[in-house]
Antibody, heavy 125, light 110 residues
Framework: QLQLQESGPGLVKPSETLSLTCTVSGGSISSSFYYWGWIRQPPGKGLEWIAS???????YYNPSLKSRVTMSVDTFNNQFSLKLTSVTAADTAVYYCARRKNCSGASCYWYFDLWGRGTLVTVSS | QSALTQPPSASGSPGQSVTISCTGT?????????VSWYQEHPGKAPKLMIY???NRPSGVPDRFFGSKSGNMASLTVSGLQAEDEADYYC??????????FGGGTKLTVL
């Protein structure tokens, strides 16, 4: 059974860079069938898609966060990562990694069928 | 403020039905049949309950029903059970490889 597990610092100082890693276990990240993504949830608020990456390195970013976000993939360690620069208190959230099916022919799939449990990142000095 | 609007709370007694709405725009919910719903229990990973408006993944009870009309999607849970008490989030494709979510609805089983 494929599982996703987020890891990274739980506390980041304002103006610094938030870095998180998602480890994929029970399956390969190098599958042509899936994209891998990050989604976050600020306390008391709704979910927000951040970005998605393919194992080849192809990425898509939320336009509202694009200037501060970088996603990367490490196929050797079966991991993918998120970097969010110049963080503020507004970036405090539970960060989830998740899987989305890749397009197949003319059909694309815009739902996340597997999620990690999430990790809380607090931005505070 | 979330891109999709959901009521903050909903409730029903065991055995009853409850419907949660998800209101978007003609650029997301109204434009695409790519609405999905997620269930989240505290401390657990969100779980996909409905995808592409009406489809249930394997293992999701047929008590969960998704629908859409215009810019509004809905999730109906019939035959409410205690285990259905959770937060529910809707999501929609919004074009240009962008996905938007709702603010979530806390479902209480009375």
């Amino acid at each position: 059974q494929l599982q996703l597990q987020e890891s990274g610092p739980g506390l980041v100082k304002p103006s610094e860079t938030l870095s998180l890693t998602c480890t994929v276990s029970g399956g390969s990240i190098s599958s042509s069938f899936y994209y891998w993504g990050w989604i976050r949830q600020p306390p008391g608020k709704g979910l927000e898609w951040i970005a998605s990456v393919f194992y080849s390195g192809n990425t898509y970013y939320n336009p509202s966060l694009k200037s501060r976000v970088t996603m990367s993939v490490d196929t050797f360690n079966n991991q993918f990562s998120l970097k969010l620069t110049s963080v503020t208190a507004a970036d405090t959230a539970v960060y989830y990694c998740a899987r989305r099916k890749n397009c197949s022919g003319a059909s694309c799939y815009w739902y996340f069928d597997l999620w990690g449990r999430g990790t809380l990142v607090t931005v505070s000095s | 403020q979330s891109a999709l609007t959901q009521p903050p709370s909903a409730s029903g007694s065991p055995g009853q039905s409850v419907t949660i709405s998800c209101t978007g725009t003609s650029s997301d919910v109204g434009a695409y049949n790519h609405v999905s719903w997620y269930q989240e229990h505290p401390g657990k990973a969100p779980k996909l309950m409905i995808y592409e408006v009406t489809n249930r993944p394997s293992g999701v009870p047929d008590r969960f029903f998704g629908s859409k009309s215009g810019n509004m999607a809905s999730l109906t849970v019939s035959g409410l059970q205690a285990e259905d008490e959770a937060d529910y989030y809707c999501s929609s494709y919004a074009g240009s490889n962008n996905v938007v979510f709702g603010g979530g609805t806390k479902l209480t089983v009375l």
